[in-house]
């Protein structure tokens, strides 16, 4: 048996890292166990006892704010003053039940919360309930007199449960945090006992490879050093073993091309510096007119309104008080005018609305297309009836924006539909949705002109006519609506130029998350629509917000989509039809 003086570097270093990694993996083990005790009576502190000590701090402010709103309603009446009584009454209920979720290990702090929520209820049946309802029906004095000192100590029992039940939180997490001092002593211990056998093993390694490995790696180093704090035209000479010779070489070639490179990309980022300090220039610039076009057509329509009332009225008084007064000509002038000057408000309100869309926010929200459609349906009605129209949907998608732009841009859609139909053929439109990616796809198409494809981009600009004023009424900003309000909501809009009949003009809304991750999750199982008989009317949108006859928007009942049934045998859509 050869002794250890005769082992090789290899062996030596071999046995060594056996050793070593004997030891590591008994100490990992136990610091494993240790941490796995002091994870979790940390997540205890900062999961559940610490969060029920700040929800139970919300629960009383909950309270307060329900006992001050019932004290403001006695003395005041204003319904608005029971706002914060049933604010917080939801906000309890909210608390309780994230507090009862975090409560599962603790038996005595349920029972407490459980505590609280009796002496509240009893409370809110015994003063707050009363007090309402004595205010709603007798008056103010009457309320008053139902709070006495009596229903005073009620609410301090409940705020005395709360201070016991924050004293008993306050308790559990002492002890959670004792027990994470022990568990990190223990740790500390474990993990010094690992380092100590990682020192003493490093050090019999390192005087192992001192001479054949440590120092030529720190000449190598050193070498390398400087060129990275950028001499990179200094030259990188290897020593010791044949590999370090060649590790040296590749390295000196490989700072022989950073060297070539960088002087290529130093002349590049200049020209990019340039380049980007145009396209900022260009940039603000463009901001800046969007900003004064914004607010010159704003203030434009707000100044050209009274002398346009003026000007129409005084027409409209001319030709009241002097119609067949004057020959026919002057007649004829009269009524020219006036169809100016009202055609000129008219455009002059559309374009008002169409600077408003986007500066006057009311903040997105998460909005039922289905509820949209039905209220668009109810807008609607009246040209409907009129052309003996039938409007259906499918089921519709959730998705996040502003309720009354989405309203308005379908209205503009459904109406530019039932505007554009075909002599002697009901109009018919229907509305339906696709997922696609992670966008929605809607789809309104209908039944009737159509649009020429030359024409599809040319729909969207805004007074943009395809037909003469007198063909179809509107001022020729339906679509130039539409177009903003999709591309507000973050969508595109365009013109299906494929459809066989009529018109189908689609656009894009940002889907919801859950609804992406619910159609992967369902990728392999094709989603057949279920459809509900439903309700969906409405009324013609005002002249300028409704369709005009460049949009060309009528529609035909769709065809793409899996929830489409053929015609005259739908079971699942919503629709409605008038005539």
Not at 128 to 153: C, K
Not at 501 to 519: H, Q
Request: proline share 4%; charged share 25%.
């Amino acid at each position: 048996m050869t002794g250890i003086r005769e082992w090789t570097l290899r062996q030596r270093v071999v046995a060594l890292l056996t050793v070593v990694a004997f030891l590591l993996i008994g100490l990992a083990g136990g610091a494993v166990a240790v941490a796995a005790k002091n994870r979790t009576h940390i997540d205890a502190i900062l999961n559940k006892t610490g969060p029920l000590r700040v929800q139970a701090q919300e629960l009383l402010n909950a309270l307060l704010d329900q006992e001050t709103a019932v004290r403001g309603y006695a003395v005041s009446g204003s319904p608005a003053d029971l706002a914060p009584y049933d604010a917080g009454r939801k906000r309890e209920q909210d608390l309780v039940a994230s507090m009862q979720r975090l409560v599962a290990d603790y038996p005595e702090l349920r029972q407490e919360i459980r505590v609280v929520e009796e002496r509240a209820e009893a409370w809110r049946q015994a003063v707050a309930v009363p007090v309402v309802t004595t205010t709603q029906q007798n008056g103010t004095a009457a309320g008053q007199a139902l709070i006495t000192d009596q229903a005073r100590e009620q609410f301090d029992d409940v705020r005395a449960a709360l201070d016991h039940l924050q004293q008993e939180i306050f308790e559990a997490r002492q002890r959670s945090a004792e027990d994470v001092r022990r568990t990190s002593n223990l740790l500390v211990v474990l993990l010094i006992a690992a380092v100590a056998v990682v020192i003493i093993a490093g050090s019999m390694l390192l005087v192992s490879l001192d001479r054949m490995v440590i120092r030529p790696l720190t000449g190598l180093a050193d070498q390398v050093r400087e060129v990275a704090e950028g001499d990179y035209q200094h030259g990188i000479a290897g020593d010791g073993p044949p590999e370090f010779l060649r590790l040296a070489e590749d390295v000196d070639a490989m700072r022989r091309k950073i060297a070539k490179d960088l002087a290529e990309v130093r002349e590049a980022r200049e020209r990019i510096e340039w380049v980007n300090g145009q396209l900022q220039k260009q940039a603000e610039e463009l901001t800046r007119s969007n900003r004064d076009l914004e607010q010159f057509a704003y203030v434009a329509s707000h100044d050209l309104q009274e002398p346009l009332r003026k000007v129409a009225s005084f027409c409209q008084l001319l030709q009241r008080r002097y119609a067949g007064q004057l020959d026919e000509r002057a007649d004829q002038y009269i009524a020219f005018a006036v169809d100016g000057a009202q055609r000129m408000q008219r455009l002059i309100n559309d374009l008002l609305a169409f600077s408003r869309i986007g500066r006057l926010t009311t903040g997105f929200t998460e909005v039922d297309m289905n509820k949209v459609m039905g209220d668009v349906a109810g807008q609607t009605e009246a040209a409907r009836q009129y052309a003996d129209a039938e409007l259906t949907w499918d089921e519709l998608p959730v998705i996040r924006g502003e309720e009354p732009l989405l309203t308005n841009l379908l209205a503009n859609l459904v109406s530019n539909s039932v505007k554009f139909r075909r002599p002697d053929v009901p109009p018919k439109v229907h509305v339906s949705a696709r997922l696609v990616g992670d966008e929605w796809e809607i789809s309104c198409q209908d039944n009737g002109i159509g649009i020429e494809p030359e024409f599809a981009d040319k729909i969207f600009v805004i007074f943009q006519r395809l037909h003469a004023k007198d063909a179809y009424p509107g001022t020729g900003i339906g679509l130039a609506i539409v177009k903003k309000i999709v591309e507000y909501h973050g969508g595109r809009v365009w013109v299906d130029t494929d459809t066989e009949e009529g018109t189908a003009i689609r656009f894009t809304l940002p889907a919801l998350p859950e609804d992406v991750e619910a159609a992967a999750a369902s990728a392999e199982e094709p989603a057949a629509g279920e459809a509900v008989t439903g309700d969906g009317d409405g009324t013609t949108a005002e002249d300028g917000t409704g369709g005009t006859p460049e949009q060309g928007a009528d529609g035909t009942e769709t065809t793409d989509g899996p929830d489409r049934a053929p015609e005259g045998g739908r079971t699942g859509d919503m629709r409605e039809t008038v005539g």
